[in-house]
């Protein structure tokens, strides 16, 4: 395929494939594990991304009118955890002048959100609410189908399709058709009675049964938790502080594995050094119990976080509400960071802004305040600029210094939260000090059960085969013994 096609891909997704081993699992997972059907998979949708300028798509090359009337938009969870793409159908009118530029806007929230969440899948509703005949765009809706069906491997988890008209029944069967087996089984037809079943009122707005008071606005783009509202968490309030010493005295007296607290207001808590590549952690005064080595870690340009995607937190009955990220500079510069959360409310973080000194480890202690319990919708931002070495760490050097810092010199890593069931999370918990193997997700689950499922199909296809040949041979061994027979008749009858 590279050596025949090179010239219609994009160098890019070529070297995000050979280096990517998540992306290429989804597009098996997405075609079964059938390796020929991947490879086509992989060849269409490479072509596909050329063709639209897939990686170089943003918000100032497409018309800012597009963003404006708020037909497409991300926002909100559904139940499961997994992030809306909205599609208010009423917003769109065909217009074969701007289909082009509408389909790059489709390219471009699936792409800016695969490139944010690492293509963890979404959940498309369509609001077909006040919606009729102008309204109905086979040729857009077909687009998006394929987006999911032919370009974003695994990318889809259900299509919630909301009031659809009675008039429009006839559009959505040549729909289904374009759908493969496992698409359609993702169609969940709903009204304000059932729509529920798959996303909570929270997230749904008045006109669905649900209490949400989002309203659709640009700029900025309205996915960005971080942004809109800020929700950075700022100083510690003294009150606070006393409740979360508390907490830190009471778990020092449980494991024996923290020193004495230190005064939080004086000094930011004491980085542990971990050594890069290695099970073991440094002996430092904090030498945590059976401590293993992080499972995963999400390595950037200037910081290696973990763990790399998830923070797990107990359900109310486990009762565990502490975690651990473990920030790594792994530049030759001192580099300042700071913590964003969607839920201010809800969590403190500790240091929530602060610097990493070269080739060190530092702790952050992500805790949940007060009787909240972590949700699968909330997210934290960790973000990361290298500073200059005359450049002070103090607080008043590190808010000029966010003020100055260029964007395109950011680094930003996102990290969802995980609610585990067992009475053992499986996380960087601070009450552990360790990091534990995660449970298996649905995610994980289904993907074992595709892979036996094709193991299945194939044991079942070779059984098959030996039965036709078994049974081949039989009427072969029986002709032959029939043709024998004959023979030796026809010699007797001559010879009588």
Known sequence: YLLD??????????????????????????????????????DESFQWRKEYTVNDLSESVLPKWLFEIGALFLHGYDKEGYKLFW????????????????????AFWLEHYAKRDHGKPLTVVFDMAETGISHIDLDFVRFIVNCFTDYYPNFLTKIVIFEMPWIMNAAFKIVKGWLGPD???????????????????EYLPPHMGGTDSFKYSYPPLVDDDFQTPLCENGPITN???????????????????????????????NSIEHISKSEEIDKTEVKPKNAKKALTTFKGPLLHISPAEELYFGSKETGEKKCL???????????????????????????????????????????????????????FLIMAAEMDQSSGAGAPELTQFWKDVPRTKVMEHRLRCHVVESSKPSSLTLKDNAFNVPAKTNE?????????????????????????????????????????AFCFYLAYAQRS
Not at 20 to 33: F, G, P, Q, T
């Open 239 to 269: 009150e606070d502080e006393h409740e979360s010493k508390e907490e830190l005295d009471a778990d020092t007296k449980e494991t024996g594995e923290l020193n004495e607290s230190q005064n939080l207001n004086q000094k930011k808590m």
């Open 325 to 379: 990220i473990v920030l790594t500079n792994v530049t030759k510069n001192v580099v300042a960071f700071k913590v964003r959360t969607t839920a201010p409310e809800k969590y403190r973080v500790k240091p929530s802004n602060s610097s990493c000194e070269p080739g060190t480890s530092l702790d952050i202690i992500v805790s949940l305040h007060g009787g909240f319990s972590a949700s699968l919708q909330d997210r």
């Open 444 to 484: 994980d689950l289904h993907i074992e059960l595709t892979r036996l499922l094709q193991i299945n199909k194939r044991l079942e296809e070779q059984m098959n085969r030996c039965l036709w040949f078994q049974q081949l041979s039989v009427v072969l061994s029986l002709l032959s013994v029939t043709v024998a």
């Open 183 to 201: 698409a359609i089984s993702m169609l969940k037809f709903t009204n304000k009675s059932d729509v529920q079943e798959y996303i909570s009122g």
């Open 87 to 106: 599609f208010k159908v009423k917003h769109h009118t065909r217009d074969p002048k701007h289909q082009l530029d509408k389909k790059k806007l489709v």
């Open 5 to 42: 096609k090179s010239d219609k891909y994009d160098p890019r997704d070529v070297e995000r494939l050979q280096q990517d081993d998540k992306w290429v699992e989804n597009y098996l997972i997405w075609r079964h594990d059938v390796v020929d059907d991947t490879l086509k998979m992989i």
